[in-house]
């Protein structure tokens, strides 16, 4: 999974390279104001009941069945929504062209909620190779719809085209490779539980994706679709590889860590060992792209988007923490304590909203400043003493887990900043010099702590030594 995420990363950052030099800001800012809808429409259609059939040890099939109608015709039902109310949209934004850009985007809806429950039945048999297969051949095809558009002159209409083709093709996709069908609706017993399971699970969803999607809401409403586009495009470009490693992540421990809630001491060590490694891939290499902003934007995004650099930085530092406090929900959803996620996440909304409206003074710079202030100082915390309250995995557990690449990304921050004084042009040489001090630093940094340094050395050893013959 993670193999293939590293190839759909590759992708996704090309492209977002490439329609970056094509199409001005306010394209992006256009599909940014429907994508803020949208990312909150798209959680209420699928209700958590992916994680229900999931987390479940023994569904059934009338179950699934009665969970797949539900997600259709709620999806459905919202798409339908979405098309008549594309209007005010449009007139809250102030921006005509939302109307038929939200009508073109309402299908992505109807088509997702037809296959959510073939994609939870694939990870619930951990078929992580057709899901990876699917997912990757998705985005290469809606990269090429939306490039192919660009070249072509078609402006924000390009984006719509990427947007719309990665749900159409999950949809045949997942129906022809999960062979699984549902059967005629009917009352069901037992989906009552499970619905009560996937609320929760919607409500706390539904409280993250508010807090992701109103300070995009408020800088579209009050200034325009050129200055949204900036910022989206910027949260866009770090939130891809959070989103690409939590993505196989989640998917690949849920039903691990679902079926070691009894065996608390392997449950406790899987967990460590998964928060560890998702703070080892992002915590050194944000902490980098922080101290070398203006590099990313200007290799990127070329000169016309300068006004993204202290954005960068600022979303950078945000992101060396946001990984770890997301992973902490596997907590919850393995546990069944949906309860308590909706309750968490709720706290951190709330947090998170004052942040957001704490910022918005001093602009967009102020709102992402104040965010990645927020997220360090106090939803990372909150989020880990919530997450352990109950259950087999203590505060400790996390905080000695994160310790090693905590301490490695504040080296890389440190090493390469003095280094910044001396190189100050993003050349070649310049670019080198950074990442070999980068990954120098952070090496010996992880081998200043016990654990790491036994994992590092066991690797580099497993490299040398010979295979037995078969004799």
């Known amino acids: 999974m993670l193999s293939a995420q590293a190839v759909r990363v590759v992708g996704q950052m090309g492209t977002l390279i490439v329609l970056a030099r094509l199409l001005p800001p306010s394209a992006f800012g256009l599909l ?68 038929d850009v939200a009508r073109w985007m309402s299908l992505a809806f109807v088509a997702s909620g037809l296959a959510v429950q073939h994609w939870a039945l694939l990870r ?10 699917l997912e990757t051949s998705a985005d290469f095809l809606s990269f090429a719809a939306g490039i192919g558009l660009a070249l072509w002159g078609a402006g924000y209409w390009a984006l719509v085209a990427q947007r719309l083709t990665g749900p159409l093709f999950q949809l045949f996709g997942s129906w022809i490779l999960c062979r699984w069908r549902p059967s005629a609706p009917r009352p069901t017993e037992g989906v009552r539980a499970l619905l009560g399971y996937g609320a929760s699970v919607t409500g706390s969803q539904l409280a993250v994706a508010f807090a992701r999607s109103i300070d995009q809401i408020l800088i579209g409403w009050l200034w325009g ?75 990127l995004f070329g000169p ?9 930085a600022l979303f950078s530092v945000a992101a060396t923490t946001l990984p770890v406090a997301q992973s902490s929900g596997l907590l ?28 918005l ?22 989020a880990f003493w919530l997450a352990t309250r109950r259950g087999p995995v203590s505060i400790g557990v996390l905080w000695r887990a994160i310790a090693p690449p905590a301490s490695a990304a504040i080296a890389v921050a440190l090493s390469v900043g003095c280094l910044r004084q001396f190189v100050q042009a993003p050349t070649i040489v310049g670019i080198a010099t950074a990442a070999a001090l980068a990954l120098s630093v952070a090496l010996l940094a992880l081998l200043a702590w016990p654990e790491t340094r036994r994992e ?10 010979p295979r037995p013959s078969a004799g």
């Open 361 to 382: 003074h001093w602009g967009v710079v102020g709102v992402a400043g104040s965010l990645a202030a927020v997220g360090v100082l106090v939803r990372m915390p909150l």
């Open 32 to 99: 940014a104001m429907v994508g803020a809808i949208g990312l909150i429409l798209d959680l209420v259609k699928e209700f958590g009941l992916s994680a229900a059939t999931i987390q479940k040890h023994n569904i059934t099939q009338a179950q699934v069945s009665a969970l797949f109608w539900i997600n259709s015709s709620v999806g459905a039902v919202l798409g339908a929504g979405l098309f008549l109310a594309a209007p005010l949209l449009a007139q809250f934004y102030d921006q005509p062209e939302l109307v």
């Open 332 to 359: 919850y959803m393995t546990q069944a304590r949906t309860t308590e996620m909706l309750r968490a996440s709720l706290i951190d909304t709330a947090i998170t909203v004052v942040s957001i409206l704490a910022g």
């Open 124 to 133: 619930r048999q951990m078929r992580f190779g057709t899901i990876a297969g």
């Open 456 to 465: 590092i050395l066991s690797l580099l050893l497993s490299r040398k030594l």
């Open 225 to 299: 679709a050129a200055l949204l586009g900036l910022y989206e495009r910027t949260t866009r470009l770090l939130m891809m590889p959070v989103n690409a490693i939590g993505a196989p992540v989640y998917a690949a421990a849920m039903p691990a860590l679902s079926r070691l809630v009894e065996q608390p001491d392997r449950y406790r060590s899987l967990f460590g060992q998964v928060m560890q490694k998702i703070a080892l891939l992002t915590m050194p290499a944000f902490a980098l792209s922080a101290v070398t902003s203006d590099w990313v934007v200007a290799i």
């Open 304 to 312: 016309s988007w300068t006004q993204a650099v202290p954005l960068v």
